[in-house]
T-cell receptor, first 111, second 111 residues
């Protein structure tokens, strides 16, 4: 069974701090997405990475896809209370249009 | 901005009732998905469809059923609701292997 493990599971930090969330698997994915979800809402896509070693930046968020396309990281610089939410990674299984979701990282940024 | 809609947003219903959760998208996406999510947890795929008249069961066994008679519409039905069905149900659609767009979800409570 393919699994996507995220770490840490919970993270509570002060405004202005930096943080990194990891998404790891033993399986290769054709692409990997990062989503942010707020309570009572559906996940919202932040970014998709496709190429091994790819790095994408979205304002204060930096996303990296591992060289072997088995893992990814999300780095937030100078976190703000508006970054609070559940962060989910999702891998697209090779040869299919099905996605497997990570275990999630719940981030709380304190003002 | 994603154009995918789910109704109702909240549903409280008694055991044994039949329910249908509606999901519609206006983006013309071929692929549609239903996920089940407990609060703050990962998403589990319960059904997916690659096009009209195509439906498959996902990774998480579910007593629900789905239909895909029109491209834009992907309803989920529970013939006899039970308390164990209490959860959030998220509908999503995609055009390719690089992103999914989610609806706001239906929070179902079975008493």
């Amino acid at each position: 069974t393919q699994l996507l493990e995220q770490s840490p599971q919970f993270l509570s930090i002060q405004e202005g701090e930096n943080l990194t969330v990891y998404c790891n698997s033993s399986s290769v994915f054709s692409s990997l997405q990062w989503y942010r979800q707020e309570p009572g809402e559906g996940p919202v896509l932040l970014v998709t990475v496709v190429t091994g070693g790819e790095v994408k930046k979205l304002k204060r968020l930096t996303f990296q896809f591992g060289d072997a396309r088995k893992d990814s990281s999300l780095h937030i610089t100078a976190a703000q209370p508006g970054d609070t939410g559940l962060y989910l990674c999702a891998g697209a299984r090779r040869g299919t249009y099905k996605y497997i979701f990570g275990t999630g990282t719940r981030l709380k940024v304190l003002a | 901005e994603a154009d995918i809609y789910q109704t109702p947003r909240y549903l409280v219903i008694g055991t044994g009732k039949k329910i249908t959760l509606e999901c519609s998208q206006t983006m013309g996406h071929d692929k549609m998905y239903w996920y089940q999510q407990d609060p703050g947890m990962e998403l589990h795929l319960i059904h997916y469809s690659y096009g009209v008249n195509s439906t498959e069961k996902g990774d998480l066994s579910s007593e629900s059923t789905v239909s895909r008679i029109r491209t834009e519409h992907f309803p989920l039905t529970l013939e006899s609701a039970r308390p164990s069905h209490t959860s959030q149900y998220l509908c999503a659609s995609s055009r390719d292997n690089y992103e999914q767009y989610f609806g706001p979800g239906t929070r179902l409570t079975v008493t």
